[in-house]
C-alpha cells in the first residue's frame, strides 16, 4: 500500500476549510524539491564523522575483509578488528604529531590546537557543501513522498491535520510508480552518505579518497569533485542522499519516487534563482537554472486505489468529495473508506 496524507484547504464555496481534495479533478501532486522537505536536519546532507568513522565505514571495512576472505569469521570480527586491518591510515604521516619541531613554522602554539583547526575547517567545508549540494538538487528534482501505513496516529496527526485531511491510497504496482523508481527510504545510519575525516585521510560513504588532503583552504568546489570524480558511484550517492533519513523518522514509513522537474506539468509560485554561498565556476553553474517554488506531477487516475477520510472530517465534507469524485468517469473505481479510533484508541481502517 503507498499513501498520500493531505491537509485541509480553505473553500471558497462552502465557505469551510476541507480536506484537500483538488486531485480528484486534475490528478495533479506536488514533487517537493529537497531544500523544501520537511527533515531540514538530514534531508540530502552528508553527515560528518570527525576522528571517528562512520557505520559506512565499518561497513566497507567488513566488505574489504570479506574480499580477502570468504570464512564465516569475518562476520564475526570486531569494530576494533575491522578499524585496525582496514581503516587506520598506514605508515607514518609526516604532521605535527610526530614532527613537533613544525610548530616552530605555524600559527599554532600545540597538536592539539592544529587537530581542532583542522576539524573546523572540515565542519566548515561540509556545511557549505551540504547547502551546495541542496540547492543543485532542488534545481533539478522533485520527491514524492508516500507512506506504506494508512493507520499510523502520529501521520493522521502531522500530515493530515489532526484528522481533519484525508489519505490517498495508490496500487503500489501501477507502471507510474515503477517508471520513477519507487524505493524505502532508510533510516539506517549506515546508509547515509557520510564524509569521514581522521588522522589526516578523508573518506566518502566509507571508501577512501585517493589524493586528497584536509586543507585549511579547503573549498566547496574541492570537495565537490571529491565527491563526484567516480562517476561510478554517482547513483549510491543519490540513494543515500536523496533515499535515507534520520532515523528519527522511521515512524513515517516512507517510499519514495524522484521526479525530474522538467516532468512536472504545472509550475506555481515565485520563480527562484539558486543561491550559492561560494562563487561557483561558468561551466558549473551552466547546470543550476532556474526553478518554479511549486512543481506538481500528474498522477495517472487509474493508480489511484482509494480515499481515508480522518476521523474529523464531517458527513458532509465527505458527501462533497464523494459527489467531486463520481464527477470524473476515470475514478468510477475508487473506494472510499473510513479512519476512526477503536477502543484501545489505535486507528482502524473501515470500508465507507
Not at 153 to 163: E, V
Not at 218 to 224: A, I, N, P, R, V
Not at 310 to 319: C, F, H, R, T
Amino acid at each position: 500500500m503507498l499513501v498520500k496524507y493531505l491537509g485541509t484547504k480553505y473553500d471558497k464555496d462552502s465557505d469551510q476549510w476541507m480536506p484537500r481534495s483538488e486531485f480528484l479533478e486534475n490528478g495533479l501532486f506536488r514533487m517537493t524539491q529537497p531544500k523544501f522537505l520537511n527533515d531540514r536536519s538530514s534531508e540530502a546532507k552528508f553527515y560528518p564523522y570527525l576522528d571517528e568513522f562512520s557505520p559506512a565505514d565499518l561497513a566497507y571495512a567488513r566488505k574489504c575483509s570479506s574480499s580477502f576472505d570468504t570464512d564465516s569469521k569475518v562476520n564475526q570480527l570486531s569494530h576494533e578488528d575491522l578499524i585496525r586491518l582496514h581503516l587506520e591510515p598506514s605508515g607514518d604521516r609526516y604532521t605535527l604529531e610526530n614532527t613537533p619541531t613544525l610548530l616552530g613554522f605555524t600559527e599554532y602554539n600545540s597538536v592539539e590546537e592544529y587537530n581542532k583547526a583542522q576539524k573546523r575547517n572540515l565542519e566548515k567545508a561540509v556545511k557549505e557543501f551540504n547547502s551546495f549540494i541542496l540547492e543543485a538538487l532542488s534545481c533539478h528534482i522533485g520527491v514524492f513522498s508516500l507512506s506504506k501505513n494508512a493507520s499510523n496516529i502520529l501521520m493522521w496527526t502531522h500530515y493530515a491535520n489532526q484528522g481533519m485531511g484525508l489519505a490517498v491510497s495508490f496500487k503500489e504496482e501501477h507502471p507510474f510508480f515503477k517508471k520513477f523508481g519507487l524505493q524505502d527510504v532508510s533510516y539506517r545510519p549506515e546508509d547515509r552518505a557520510s564524509i569521514t575525516y581522521y588522522k589526516g585521510t578523508t573518506r566518502i560513504n566509507g571508501e577512501y579518497s585517493d589524493n586528497f588532503q584536509l586543507e585549511e583552504g579547503m573549498s566547496l568546489l574541492g570537495l565537490y569533485k571529491l565527491v563526484l570524480q567516480e562517476k561510478t558511484r554517482y547513483n549510491d550517492l543519490i540513494r543515500k542522499l536523496i533515499y535515507s533519513k534520520s532515523e528519527d523518522w522511521k515512524y513515517e514509513q516512507e517510499k519514495r519516487i524522484i521526479c525530474p522537474l522538467v516532468l512536472c506539468e504545472e509550475k506555481l509560485g515565485k520563480t527562484i534563482e539558486p543561491s550559492f554561498e561560494l562563487e561557483i565556476s561558468d561551466n558549473l553553474a551552466i547546470d543550476f537554472c532556474s526553478y518554479s517554488e511549486v512543481c506538481l506531477k500528474k498522477v495517472p487516475f487509474s493508480a489511484f486505489d482509494s480515499i481515508i477520510f480522518g476521523d474529523a472530517v464531517s458527513n458532509l465534507q465527505k458527501e462533497i468529495i464523494i459527489r467531486k469524485a463520481k464527477k470524473n468517469p476515470a475514478l468510477s473505481h475508487l473506494k472510499f473508506k473510513q479512519a476512526d479510533f477503536d477502543i484501545r484508541g489505535e486507528i482502524v481502517i473501515k470500508d465507507l
